[in-house]
């Protein structure tokens, strides 16, 4: 479907998240729409806000900004900075990271755009005052952990794909990190390696192990619960079927 000019306006100035990226392996065209696997998404910009707010940028802060998208959230970042000489933003997709330079580049902004996975990258211990992540993250790896300076920030989506726990986490002086969940919680598109995994199948075939549960199949709807189990049972995936006309799900993953 094509859109005129003012239809993408009116599009970007809502408070919706916005796919801006298919997987090319997936990707067609139906009825003039097109339809695939998501890789990429502009933030609901009220997310954008609240986690901007939770980070705390100040000028002069050495920032880490993971999942480059289209550059959108790089640029308020470099605005708040006033400069986007201590900004580097980093995403796993060079497709992605070359549209957002030229972005970037197009309204004066020139930070340190990194093609590298943000996660495993070997930055510097103590080289930013602020990391986020704009890509929602199994673990705070240890390479994340060690970038984060003395008194700093980090502020990551946890536990996908079950859920999306929004984490702000302060850099102690013993080098750990140490926060809370913010409680309005916010979830993003799972981070990726370079290559796209493909979708998680439909529930089907035979269960290996099965028992009933006294857990009603409604609390899964629930946010907060939804979140413990995420946290207790990382890297699963709930599946829904249907099993003698009655909703029913099923666990899938390693937990």
């Known amino acids: 479907m ?40 502009s933030t609901q910009p009220s997310l954008t806000a609240r986690m901007l707010e939770a980070l705390d940028v100040r ?36 497709d992605l990271t070359s549209e957002a330079l030229l972005n970037l580049e197009a309204i004066g902004i020139t930070p340190n755009v990194l093609t590298v996975d943000v996660r495993t990258w070997t930055w510097q211990p ?5 990391v986020i992540t704009t890509c929602a993250l199994p673990r705070i790896t240890e390479t994340l952990r060690s970038a984060v300076a003395p008194g700093g920030r980090l502020v990551a989506n946890l536990f996908p794909p ?12 013993d080098g750990s990190l140490e926060g809370r969940f913010d409680a309005d919680g916010g979830s993003f598109m799972a981070a990726r390696t ?3 995994a493909p979708p998680s199948p439909p529930a089907s075939g035979p269960v290996d192990a099965r028992r009933e549960s006294q857990v009603p199949v409604t609390a899964f709807d629930s946010y907060h619960f939804t ?15 249907t099993d003698d006309e009655e909703r029913t799900m099923r666990r899938r993953g390693d937990a």
């Open 162 to 173: 079950l859920s999306g726990g929004l984490a702000v986490l302060d850099r102690m002086p």
């Open 194 to 196: 370079a290559a796209p």
């Open 2 to 41: 094509l859109l005129r000019g003012g239809d993408w306006l009116h599009l970007i100035y809502t408070n919706a998240t916005l796919v801006t990226r298919l997987d090319p392996e997936t990707a067609k065209s139906v009825d003039g729409l097109f339809t695939g696997v998501p890789t990429s998404s």
């Open 59 to 94: 000028p002069g802060d050495r920032v880490l900004d993971g999942g480059t998208g289209t550059g959108y959230q790089t640029a308020l970042l470099a605005h708040r900075l006033e400069s986007a000489n201590h900004l580097v933003t980093a995403g796993i997709d060079p």
């Open 126 to 130: 103590e080289s930013f005052d602020k």
């Open 227 to 241: 979140f413990l189990l995420a946290s207790t049972l990382p890297g699963v995936v709930l599946q829904y079927c």
